[in-house]
């Protein structure tokens, strides 16, 4: 348990290294392949880590100084996944969450209630937490563990699901992406993709990155987008004309940067995950296989990075008319594209969409991190932070942490029954989605 956690601290640049090179070995790979995919995905995490931090230290402030600007009386700060999920780790729930976590994983592969290989343990924090709140408000370990159960296999039927979206707007070829905010909010934009396909005219509308700069030629490419956006957040906020520049210069390098580190991490991958398809059809034959990986990977689409400048200040104003809120969106703005890369996907990249879609999302997001402050607090107070209260939108306000929190403590049957049969709607919306897209695929692949 110490080595786990050694290298759990060391965090998922060197994590996810250590990981890959030794599952590299273990399907017969060369040492020197193993090492260099391993190697490649760590350069990859960490040119990653790099712009997620040159965003929060541009975009942070940026976000803060609208909220002021604008008189948002929100006393609770987001402290995002970079502050949630140390406090998760340290939890006693955290402790086990692992084996626990590859204990379902292997007992659905084994039962064929998933096709899902999943191999990146560093997301396993957002199944941990799910257990450590609930840990937290019944008094109960087991319950925990619960659910860190419920949490895993939906995640990994999740991504199920989605995997033929993934490798057909993405691109990535047996990939499937079962964690974090992509994966449970993903069904959330389903059934609006539906409803606005029933609306003429609004369903005729598309708006994509690809389309403005075929219309704009250069004034449409992401790198100019991006310095747009920037001056956009730059005038919301109140900057002075050189801060408005620079921001914009930083956003402009996001857009550019984001996609080369995320071929850094499919350079790494791809090998990896070629070797794991082949090794797994010889010894199930005729059975298909994801490989289950961050969604780090769906960032580096322009779509995604479009839809994340956009969702910036869009977040903050989404905070001012959601009732009862407390939360002052701030860490998890930086990696907005997490919350709606999937329903990016789902809208085949249509800007349009993804805002109605990304907006229902943020506002239930946002609704729900401030029902889970009390509990946020605690676990921030158990791994030693002083700290009255504590907020995060990233697990603090997932749907999946939410129900089951109200099943086990029934302090809120209005709320747990309108988001609980809510988000089982979508779920079902999810599951008919991916039958359809899969017949549509397999016809496809045979003309």
């Known amino acids: 348990m110490a080595v786990i956690n050694w290298i759990l601290e060391a965090g998922a640049s060197v994590m996810l290294p250590i990981v890959i090179i030794i599952l590299a070995l273990l399907l017969g790979e060369k040492p020197g392949k193993a090492i260099r995919s391993g190697i490649m995905i760590g350069i990859g ?53 692992i084996p626990v976590a590859v204990l379902v994983n292997i007992l659905m592969l084994l039962c064929g209630l998933t ?22 408000a019944t008094d109960n370990f087991w319950i925990g563990v ?53 609306i003429p005219g609004i369903r005729d509308i598309n708006i994509n990155a690809e389309k403005i700069e075929e219309k704009l030629g250069v004034f449409g490419e992401p790198i100019i987008i991006g310095g747009i956006l920037g001056l956009f957040i ?30 850094c991490i499919m350079e790494g991958l791809m090998p990896v995950s070629e070797a794991a398809r082949k090794m797994l059809s010889k010894k199930f034959a005729g059975k298909q296989f994801y490989i289950g990986l961050d969604p780090a990977l769906l960032l580096g689409d322009s779509q995604v990075v479009a839809a994340s400048l956009i969702f910036i200040p869009l977040t903050i104003l989404i905070a001012l008319i959601v009732p009862g809120n407390k939360v002052l969106p701030f860490g998890d703005l930086a990696t907005i594209g997490f919350f709606v890369a999937m329903a990016v996907a789902v809208h085949k990249g249509n800007i349009f969409r993804t805002i109605i879609s990304g907006s229902v999302i943020m506002y239930l997001t946002i609704w729900i991190s401030t029902q889970t402050i009390p509990y946020h607090t605690v676990l921030a107070q158990n791994a030693g932070q002083q700290a009255s209260a504590v907020a995060s939108l990233d697990q603090g306000g997932s749907p999946i942490t939410y129900i089951l929190l109200q099943i086990f403590k029934l302090d809120n049957l209005l709320g747990l029954s309108i988001i609980g049969v809510a988000y089982i709607a979508c779920l079902v919306c999810t599951y008919s989605y991916y039958k359809s897209y899969k017949n549509k695929l397999g016809v496809q692949k045979s003309q």
Request: charge should be negative; hydrophobic fraction near 55%; glycine fraction near 8%.
């Open 146 to 198: 619960v659910g860190v159960v419920i949490h895993a296999a939906l995640v990994y039927k999740l991504g199920d699901w989605f995997a033929p979206l993934v490798e057909d707007y993405y691109e990535l070829d047996g990939i499937a992406i079962p964690h974090g905010t992509s994966a449970y909010l993903g069904p959330i934009a389903i059934p609006f993709e539906w409803l606005v396909d029933k």
């Open 115 to 136: 096709k899902v290989v999943n191999v990146d343990i560093w997301n396993v924090w957002h199944m941990a937490f799910t257990g450590a709140l609930l840990h937290i």
């Open 234 to 263: 730059s005038l919301l906020a109140g900057y002075s004309f050189q801060q408005a520049l620079q921001l914009s210069i930083t956003t402009a390098a996001v857009m550019e940067l984001m996609p080369k580190m995320v071929k």
């Open 45 to 97: 995490f960490v040119g990653i880590g790099l712009v997620v931090d040159l965003m929060l230290e541009n975009l942070g402030p940026a976000a803060q100084a609208m909220a002021e600007r604008f008189g948002v009386e929100l006393t609770v700060i987001d402290v995002g996944w970079p502050g949630a999920s140390p406090m998760t780790w340290a939890s006693q729930i955290g402790s086990i969450a």
